[in-house]
């Protein structure tokens, strides 16, 4: 059983930042590509961010150039860094593995092997 746990969500600031952390086993960082997205009350989810095995990331358009994703190999753990935070930023972020996975598999429709349970992030005015 597959198993991702996130980690690092807080209530800040409009302007502030946060880390984002996901941790998972061996396997699972190694043979899949891994990604975020997130889900605010009521609104639809919303795809931010992939990197696949190689490193290759892609971002949505909403948080590229403030959000980045990373990967630490050594710790079987993916990040999302995210700067300038926004009100609007305010959700459930979720963190997600699936060999096949893309921005359209995170986004409403799409599928994903593998899904963790979240991290609450809250962005003041």
């Known amino acids: 059983r597959e198993e991702l746990v996130e980690s690092g969500g807080d209530s800040v600031q409009a302007g502030g930042s946060l880390r984002l952390s996901c941790k998972t086993n061996r396997f699972t960082f190694n043979y899949n590509n891994m990604g975020w997205f997130r889900q605010a009350p009521g609104k639809e989810r919303e795809a931010l961010a992939v990197?696949?095995?190689?490193?290759?990331?892609k971002y949505a358009d909403s948080v590229r150039g403030r959000f980045t994703i990373s990967k630490d190999n050594a710790e079987n753990t993916l990040y999302l860094q995210m700067n300038n935070l926004i009100p609007d930023d305010s959700a459930m972020y979720h963190c997600a593995a699936d060999v096949h996975l893309t921005l359209w598999s995170m986004a409403p429709g799409g599928s994903m092997a593998f899904r963790g349970k979240g991290t609450l992030v809250t962005v003041s005015s």
């Open positions: 990197i696949d095995s190689a490193g290759i990331s």
